[in-house]
Protein backbone atom coordinates (compact mmCIF):
# COMPACT_ATOMS: atom_id res chain seq x y z
CA UNK A 1 0.00 0.00 0.00
CA UNK A 2 1.30 3.30 -0.92
CA UNK A 3 0.89 6.66 1.09
CA UNK A 4 -1.31 9.49 -0.93
CA UNK A 5 1.49 11.76 0.20
CA UNK A 6 3.17 9.62 -2.73
CA UNK A 7 1.01 11.19 -5.76
CA UNK A 8 0.60 14.40 -7.22
CA UNK A 9 -2.49 13.29 -9.27
CA UNK A 10 -5.63 10.62 -8.28
CA UNK A 11 -8.26 9.39 -10.56
CA UNK A 12 -11.14 8.26 -8.57
CA UNK A 13 -12.92 5.12 -10.06
CA UNK A 14 -15.59 4.33 -7.14
CA UNK A 15 -16.84 5.31 -4.04
CA UNK A 16 -18.09 3.69 -0.64
CA UNK A 17 -21.27 4.80 0.84
CA UNK A 18 -22.65 4.51 4.17
CA UNK A 19 -26.17 5.26 4.83
CA UNK A 20 -27.84 7.80 1.87
CA UNK A 21 -27.03 8.14 -1.33
CA UNK A 22 -25.46 11.91 -0.64
CA UNK A 23 -21.96 13.38 -1.30
CA UNK A 24 -22.03 13.51 2.72
CA UNK A 25 -22.21 9.83 2.67
CA UNK A 26 -18.92 9.06 0.60
CA UNK A 27 -16.93 7.50 3.42
CA UNK A 28 -13.91 6.24 1.07
CA UNK A 29 -12.90 6.10 -2.61
CA UNK A 30 -10.91 4.09 -4.59
CA UNK A 31 -8.37 5.43 -6.97
CA UNK A 32 -5.60 5.36 -9.58
CA UNK A 33 -2.09 6.98 -8.61
CA UNK A 34 -0.31 5.40 -11.83
CA UNK A 35 1.64 2.55 -11.76
CA UNK A 36 1.49 1.10 -8.80
CA UNK A 37 -2.83 -0.02 -9.42
CA UNK A 38 -5.58 0.82 -7.49
CA UNK A 39 -5.65 1.63 -3.96
CA UNK A 40 -8.00 3.10 -1.26
CA UNK A 41 -8.56 6.14 1.00
CA UNK A 42 -10.59 7.49 3.10
CA UNK A 43 -12.60 10.63 2.62
CA UNK A 44 -11.19 12.29 5.71
CA UNK A 45 -7.29 11.36 4.51
CA UNK A 46 -8.50 12.62 0.85
CA UNK A 47 -9.78 15.55 1.64
CA UNK A 48 -6.36 16.32 4.22
CA UNK A 49 -4.31 15.48 1.07
CA UNK A 50 -6.23 17.88 -0.93
CA UNK A 51 -5.62 20.99 1.69
CA UNK A 52 -2.58 20.28 2.35
CA UNK A 53 -0.83 19.58 -0.82
CA UNK A 54 -0.86 21.03 -4.50
CA UNK A 55 -1.98 17.98 -5.86
CA UNK A 56 -4.94 16.74 -7.49
CA UNK A 57 -7.84 14.37 -7.55
CA UNK A 58 -10.23 13.72 -10.99
CA UNK A 59 -13.26 11.82 -11.39
CA UNK A 60 -12.49 8.80 -13.42
CA UNK A 61 -14.68 8.90 -16.69
CA UNK A 62 -16.07 5.25 -18.05
CA UNK A 63 -13.94 5.60 -20.88
CA UNK A 64 -10.90 5.72 -18.49
CA UNK A 65 -10.49 9.58 -19.28
CA UNK A 66 -9.77 12.15 -16.57
CA UNK A 67 -13.35 13.96 -15.62
CA UNK A 68 -13.71 16.75 -13.46
CA UNK A 69 -11.96 17.96 -10.50
CA UNK A 70 -12.35 16.77 -6.95
CA UNK A 71 -12.73 19.34 -4.13
CA UNK A 72 -13.25 19.94 -1.19
CA UNK A 73 -16.82 21.51 -0.30
CA UNK A 74 -17.66 22.99 2.73
CA UNK A 75 -20.84 22.45 3.87
CA UNK A 76 -23.31 22.97 7.22
CA UNK A 77 -22.62 19.35 8.10
CA UNK A 78 -18.64 19.68 8.00
CA UNK A 79 -16.60 19.03 5.03
CA UNK A 80 -17.26 16.87 2.10
CA UNK A 81 -16.02 15.59 -1.51
CA UNK A 82 -17.16 16.79 -4.59
CA UNK A 83 -17.08 17.24 -8.38
CA UNK A 84 -19.26 18.96 -10.63
CA UNK A 85 -23.02 17.85 -11.60
CA UNK A 86 -22.99 15.64 -15.10
CA UNK A 87 -25.76 17.76 -16.95
CA UNK A 88 -27.00 13.81 -18.86
CA UNK A 89 -27.91 12.69 -15.25
CA UNK A 90 -28.59 15.40 -13.13
CA UNK A 91 -25.71 14.68 -10.33
CA UNK A 92 -22.51 15.13 -9.12
CA UNK A 93 -20.23 13.22 -11.36
CA UNK A 94 -18.97 11.48 -7.69
CA UNK A 95 -22.31 9.59 -7.28
CA UNK A 96 -22.16 8.35 -10.85
CA UNK A 97 -18.75 5.91 -9.71
CA UNK A 98 -19.29 2.56 -9.22
CA UNK A 99 -20.11 1.77 -5.28
CA UNK A 100 -17.22 -0.26 -3.72
CA UNK A 101 -19.82 -2.02 -1.34
CA UNK A 102 -22.02 -3.77 -4.01
CA UNK A 103 -24.61 -1.11 -3.69
CA UNK A 104 -26.15 -0.27 -7.23
CA UNK A 105 -25.91 3.67 -7.90
CA UNK A 106 -27.95 5.92 -7.51
CA UNK A 107 -30.89 6.22 -9.92
CA UNK A 108 -30.45 8.62 -12.20
CA UNK A 109 -32.88 11.59 -13.09
CA UNK A 110 -32.36 11.30 -17.24
CA UNK A 111 -31.11 8.51 -19.02
CA UNK A 112 -27.81 7.61 -18.03
CA UNK A 113 -24.38 7.48 -20.34
CA UNK A 114 -22.92 4.90 -18.28
CA UNK A 115 -21.90 1.57 -19.78
CA UNK A 116 -22.59 -1.47 -17.82
Known sequence: MVSLASYTT????AIRMAGG????????VRFDGGSSG???S?????IRWL???DARAYV???DGSRGPEVLVDHH??????CSRVDDAVGLDCLLTLPRLNGEKRV??????????
Open 60 to 62: RQP
Open 21 to 28: DELENIVA
Open 10 to 13: LYIS
Open 76 to 81: EGGTRL
Open 38 to 40: TEE
Open 42 to 46: SVGDL
Open 51 to 53: RRT
Open 107 to 116: AHRRSSWWRW
